[in-house]
C-alpha cells in the first residue's frame, strides 16, 4: 500500500518533502533541481529557506498553514546551483496525526535558469521577435534559428491551459540567446534564437512540462544554424522570410529549410545586386510627364530596369533591406546626369528616385551635389522624387537634408502620395515643390467617389501649399478630363507613353492601351 501511494504522489509531483516545525527539511525523496541529483541527499537537515530562492517568505506562509488543509499550488524557486534557480510549484498539507510537521510536493517547471533572469519573459509575437533579432544576430555569435510544433494545446483550456503555457514560455525562454525573446509565430508553432552549443531537447522538455500539468503533448524541434561571421542583414531577411511562410494560410512544412534556402539565395542576390550597381549593369529608361493642358513634355521620370526590361521592385525592396540602396540610388543618379550631358539632350529635365533609406544620413545628398557642382545650371533640370518603399527614420534629419538640395536649386517630388500612411506626415514635415499622386487612386478615379473626393483633397492642399500636382498611371483621355478638372497639372502614364531607353520629346499618337500588371516605376 505504501509503494501504491508513493507511486500516486510522483505521479504528481518531481521531488517529495516533509518540513518539521523548526522548518528544517527532515525527509525528501524524489528528483533534485539539477539532473541527475537527489533531494534526498541534497536537502535533509538543511532549513527549506536555505534551498530557495527568497525562501524565507515561503517558509512562513507554510509554518502559517493549518492542520488538515491543503495549501493552493505555490509559485517557488529552487536554488540550482550558484546564482542558478529552477521555477517549480508547491503544495502543502498538514496532516493532524503529524503535525506540526508539513507534507510538501514540488514539480519543476523548465529548466534551470540564472537568478538575473527570474523574471519570465512572456512569449512575443512574429513582428517584434523580428525586430528583436536586429539586434541580438549582430552581437550574439553562434546562433541557431530554431522552430517548435506544439500540438494538442488546441484542446487545454482555463487554469490548466494557462499552467502549460506558464511552463513552455519557462522552457523556451531560458533557451533563447542572451537578451533575446521566444515567440509564439501561430498557435501550434514557436521560434527562438538560440545558442548553437546548447543542445538541450526543448522538444522533450515540453513534452516533460506538459506531463508535470496531467496533459499530453506532442512536440517537434528543428533547427538551422546561422553561419559565423554571416552579414547579419542577409540573416535577418532569411529569417523573415521563413516567418512570413509560416503565417501563411497554408504554412510551412519545413521552416528551417526554408530558411536555409532563403540564407544561400539571399546571399547570392546579394553580390549579384553589389555587382549590378559596382558595374552599372542595369539600364536606364524615360517616362515623359506632360502639362496635361498642353500635352508638353514637361519632364522624365528615369526608372531603372534589371534583366531585359523587367522592373526592378523586388531588387529595390531587397536593397534596402540589406543596406545597399544608398549606392544604387547614386548609381541611378550618375547615370542620369551623363544622359543630361550628352550630346543633343538640350534641356531635358529629369526625376530620379531615392528611398527613405538613402536620407538616413548625409551621403547621398553631399555624394549628388558633388556630381551636379561643376552645373549649377544642371540641379534646376533635376527633380528628386521621395519613394515610400522604406519611411524616413527621422523625419527632421530628412528635411535639413532636402532642404540643402532644394537650395542648390533642386525640386523635391512626394512620390505616390495617398499610398501610405506616412504621405500627410511627409506633407506636413517636408519641405517639398510637388507631390505625385498615387496610381492606384488615379486608376480608381472614374468608379469610387471616395477617391474622387480624396483626389480633390489632395490637389486643393497642394495648391493651398502652392505645390504642383502630377498623377500617374493615366491610361484613358476620360481620366485626363476629371484629372483637369479636379486641378491636377500634369500627368503620366501609358496614355503618353510607356518607359523608353532615350527619351522621347514628341509624343506618340497611339490609342490608348491598359496595362495589365506591369510596375513602371519602384517607388
Not at 101 to 114: H, V
Request: aromatic share 4%.
Amino acid at each position: 500500500m505504501t509503494a501504491r501511494l508513493l507511486g500516486l504522489a510522483f505521479a504528481s509531483s518531481d521531488a517529495l518533502v516533509e518540513i518539521d516545525a523548526e522548518g528544517r527539511v527532515a525527509f525528501a525523496l524524489g528528483a533534485g533541481p539539477k539532473p541527475g541529483s537527489d533531494v534526498g541527499a541534497l536537502w535533509t537537515g538543511k532549513p527549506l529557506a536555505s534551498l530557495l530562492h527568497e525562501g524565507d517568505a515561503v517558509l512562513h506562509a507554510l509554518l502559517a498553514a493549518k492542520p488538515g488543509a491543503r495549501s493552493p499550488a505555490t509559485q517557488i524557486l529552487v536554488m540550482a546551483g550558484p546564482d542558478r534557480v529552477r521555477r517549480a510549484s508547491l503544495r502543502a498539507f498538514i496532516l493532524p496525526q503529524l503535525a506540526p510537521s508539513i507534507s510538501c510536493s514540488i514539480a519543476y517547471e523548465g529548466p534551470a535558469i540564472a537568478v538575473a533572469d527570474i523574471e519570465t519573459a512572456p512569449l512575443v509575437d512574429a513582428e517584434t521577435f523580428l525586430a528583436d533579432a536586429v539586434r541580438v544576430v549582430d552581437v550574439a555569435p553562434g546562433l541557431s534559428l530554431a522552430f517548435l510544433d506544439i500540438r494538442g494545446l488546441e484542446d487545454l483550456a482555463g487554469e490548466v491551459a494557462e499552467k502549460v503555457h506558464r511552463r513552455i514560455e519557462a522552457t523556451l525562454q531560458s533557451a533563447a540567446a542572451q537578451g533575446s525573446s521566444a515567440a509564439q509565430i501561430t498557435p501550434e508553432r514557436f521560434a527562438l534564437l538560440r545558442p548553437s552549443s546548447d543542445m538541450r531537447d526543448l522538444a522533450a522538455e515540453v513534452v516533460e512540462a506538459g506531463r508535470a500539468e496531467g496533459v499530453h503533448l506532442d512536440a517537434e524541434s528543428f533547427h538551422s544554424t546561422v553561419p559565423e561571421g554571416a552579414d547579419s542583414l542577409c540573416v535577418l531577411r532569411a529569417m523573415r522570410f521563413a516567418i512570413e511562410g509560416c503565417l501563411k494560410d497554408d504554412g510551412l512544412a519545413n521552416p528551417q529549410i526554408a530558411f536555409s534556402e532563403s540564407l544561400k539565395r539571399t546571399f547570392r542576390d546579394a553580390e549579384a545586386f553589389r555587382s549590378v550597381v559596382k558595374s552599372r549593369e542595369f539600364q536606364v529608361h524615360y517616362q515623359p510627364i506632360v502639362h496635361l493642358g498642353t500635352r508638353s513634355v514637361h519632364h522624365f521620370e528615369a526608372l531603372a530596369r534589371f534583366n531585359s526590361n523587367s522592373g526592378p521592385a523586388n531588387a529595390i525592396r531587397m536593397a534596402e533591406e540589406l543596406d545597399l540602396i544608398e549606392s544604387f540610388d547614386l548609381a541611378v543618379a550618375e547615370k542620369v546626369l551623363k544622359r543630361m550631358r550628352a550630346p543633343g539632350a538640350g534641356l531635358l529635365k529629369m526625376a530620379i528616385n531615392v528611398s527613405g533609406a538613402s536620407l538616413g544620413d548625409d551621403t547621398y545628398v553631399e555624394q549628388l551635389l558633388q556630381l551636379t557642382a561643376g552645373s549649377p545650371t544642371e540641379r534646376k533640370r533635376l527633380i528628386v522624387e521621395i519613394t515610400e518603399t522604406s519611411a524616413l527614420a527621422d523625419i527632421e534629419a530628412a528635411n535639413r537634408r532636402l532642404a540643402a538640395l532644394r537650395d542648390a536649386g533642386i525640386k523635391v517630388c512626394i512620390d505616390d502620395f495617398g499610398s501610405g500612411a506616412a504621405s500627410y506626415d511627409y506633407l506636413r514635415k517636408l519641405s517639398v515643390d510637388a507631390v505625385k499622386i498615387d496610381g492606384a487612386l488615379i486608376q480608381d478615379l472614374e468608379t469610387d467617389d471616395v477617391v474622387r473626393n480624396l483626389v480633390r483633397n489632395i490637389v486643393e492642399l497642394s495648391r493651398s501649399l502652392k505645390l504642383e500636382t502630377i498623377a500617374e498611371m493615366i491610361e484613358t483621355e476620360s481620366v485626363v478630363g476629371e484629372l483637369k478638372t479636379l486641378g491636377v497639372e500634369y500627368g503620366q502614364g501609358w496614355l503618353f507613353g510607356r518607359a523608353e531607353a532615350e527619351p522621347r520629346t514628341q509624343l506618340a499618337s497611339a490609342a490608348p492601351v491598359r496595362r495589365r500588371g506591369a510596375v513602371e516605376a519602384w517607388g
